[in-house]
């Protein structure tokens, strides 16, 4: 069965503080996403890496960077948290048509 | 570049009633079309696509989808919702032959009620 994990479900970090959101698929998929999800905006694009220490931004990826050094593994990483990037970060991995998410990970920013 | 817009934020029914959720796109290009549902406190799951062939798509639990190019609509239905259909429902959109990405739409909370 397809798998795509994240490294915490729940998240409390302070401002300013150097965030890591980690994500393994175990599907040996080559394209994997980041994604914020915040109430009426739906799903925005962050980064995107469709192999491995290749990476493109999204919509959105300022304020975050991002780091694939093995195939199975897609970290995004907030330099500086702040405020505006509490939001649950959603991962996925890709095959030829259909995405496959992680469960999520809620992060606040105090 | 592709767009989505789901027409309705929040759908309240009765359970056993009808319900349509709609999506609508905007697409230079050929496009491969999705519906992803999120039950609470989970992540994305895929609940049904269209890539080519026929227009009406069939989910395993009753759901189902038509692709209307010429209106350029995906609209979700299901003629009987049960309480645990109680979930957000996304639309999304890819270029065929294109990009990767997905972009989708802001979602329709869908609550079905007793």
């Known amino acids: 069965d397809v798998k795509v994990t994240q490294s915490s479900r729940y998240l409390v970090k302070r401002t300013g503080e150097k965030v890591f959101l980690e994500c393994v698929q175990d599907?040996?998929?080559?394209?994997m996403f980041w994604y914020r999800q915040d109430p009426g905006l739906g799903l925005r694009l962050i980064y995107f890496?469709?192999?491995?220490?290749?990476?493109e931004k999204g919509d959105i990826p300022e304020g975050y960077s991002v780091s694939r050094e093995k195939k199975e593994r897609f970290s995004l990483i907030l330099e500086s948290a702040s405020t505006n990037q509490t939001s649950m970060y959603l991962c996925?991995?890709?095959?030829?048509?259909?995405?496959?998410f992680g469960p999520g990970t809620r992060l606040t920013v105090t | 570049a592709q767009s989505v817009t789901q027409l309705d934020s929040q759908v309240p029914v009765f359970e056993e009633a009808p319900v349509e959720l709609r999506c609508n796109y905007s697409?230079?290009?050929?496009?491969?079309l999705f519906w992803y549902v999120q039950y609470p406190n989970q992540g994305l799951q895929l609940l049904l696509k269209?890539?080519?062939?026929?227009?009406l798509v069939e989910s395993i639990n009753g759901f189902e989808a038509e692709f209307n190019k010429s209106q350029t609509s995906f609209h979700l239905r299901k003629p009987s919702v049960h309480i645990s259909d109680t979930a957000e429902y996304f639309c999304?959109?890819?270029?065929?032959?294109?990009?990767?990405?997905?972009?989708f739409g802001k979602g329709t909370k869908l609550t079905v009620n007793p």
């Open positions: 999304a959109v890819s270029e065929k032959g294109g990009s990767e990405k997905l972009v």
């Open positions: 599907m040996d998929h080559e394209n």
């Open positions: 697409s230079s290009v050929s496009v491969y």
């Open positions: 890496s469709y192999d491995v220490k290749m990476k």
């Open positions: 269209y890539l080519s062939g026929s227009t």
């Open positions: 996925a991995s890709r095959n030829i048509y259909e995405q496959y």
